[in-house]
């Protein structure tokens, strides 16, 4: 359990403090994107809309729904701009952040170091995550070492396979996290892997999961931050401090509350006494 105890110890502000770093080490340019928001009065954001409390489908109204589109939306009138939301796949997300089909990715996409270096971030976290496993209850897997030589089942682009790789996992990809789930209860893998946020829920509340249970702790916890292109400076700039303001405030963590998100995420607490201390 070496492994996953190394990265649940990690501290929110050493890992900020490293996120503000990194954001400010890019070199200074104007970047394009700000204007183009605020010359059309449109702010397209990239989601992901496969299920849980960050992004979906409202069954009733057939529109989206989550922590994301909410976040999103709030970006969009702080900056005086329509939302535009595009539904994104872990596999095609940052091509569609890259090819400018989107202006932002906020997509269930978390920090880490490989992703910082192709793509450019808000510094201020809005969240942090951690993977959980979804196995059946009378699995033999009960530790994350377990999954050595076993296949799992996770999302394409997830940052959890290099984790899974490094534990000797046989890692099954699927563009959607929904695909994966699938896979697990047609005994294609012995566990699917992803953000504890969607697999926590689904096993404490759905009876379709009944008989199913998930391993913590939580795999590679890391701060989920609003990406865009590399060198977007005036933008990232200019959402940081509302990024900020929305710790401050508790807007984050109504929003948290809102959407039903379980269990509650201590780094929100963190970080607005943080931002109230500030």
């Known amino acids: 359990m070496g492994f996953v105890r190394a990265a649940v110890k990690r501290r929110l502000p050493v890992v900020l403090g490293a996120l503000i770093a990194l954001g400010g080490s890019a070199v200074v340019q104007a970047d394009a994107t700000l204007d183009k928001i605020q010359q059309r009065h449109v702010l397209v954001v990239g989601v992901l809309l496969s299920g849980g409390p960050f992004g979906g489908i409202d069954p009733t109204t057939q529109k989206p729904k989550g922590l994301n ?42 920090w880490t170091a490989e992703r910082g270096e192709i793509l450019g971030f808000v510094p201020t976290p809005f969240y942090r995550i951690g993977g959980t496993a979804a196995v059946l209850k009378d699995s033999k897997i009960t530790h994350w070492e377990d999954l050595k030589g076993q296949p799992v089942c996770t999302s394409q682009g ?8 490094e534990l000797g996992a046989q890692i099954k990809g699927f563009k959607s996290s929904s695909e994966s789930l699938l896979a697990l209860r047609g005994n294609n893998c012995v566990a699917a892997v992803h953000d504890s946020t969607l697999i926590n829920p689904l096993i404490n509340d759905s009876a379709e999961w009944k008989d199913y249970r998930a391993i913590s702790p939580e795999l590679n916890p890391a701060p989920s931050v609003i990406w865009t292109r590399r060198g977007e400076n005036d933008t990232q700039a200019k959402l940081d401090p509302i990024i ?3 710790h401050r405030s508790g807007w984050l963590i109504d929003a948290q509350t809102r959407n039903h998100i379980t269990p509650a995420s201590p780094a929100l607490v963190e970080l607005q006494k943080q931002f109230k201390g500030a």
């Open 244 to 246: 900020k303001e929305l």
């Open 69 to 110: 589109v909410d976040l999103a939306n709030e970006l969009g009138r702080q900056l005086g701009a329509e939302v535009q939301l595009v539904p994104v796949l872990p596999a095609n997300r940052v091509q569609f952040l890259q090819q400018g089909k989107v202006d932002l990715l906020i997509a269930n996409m978390e």
């Open 158 to 165: 997830s940052s959890y396979v290099k984790p899974l790789t």
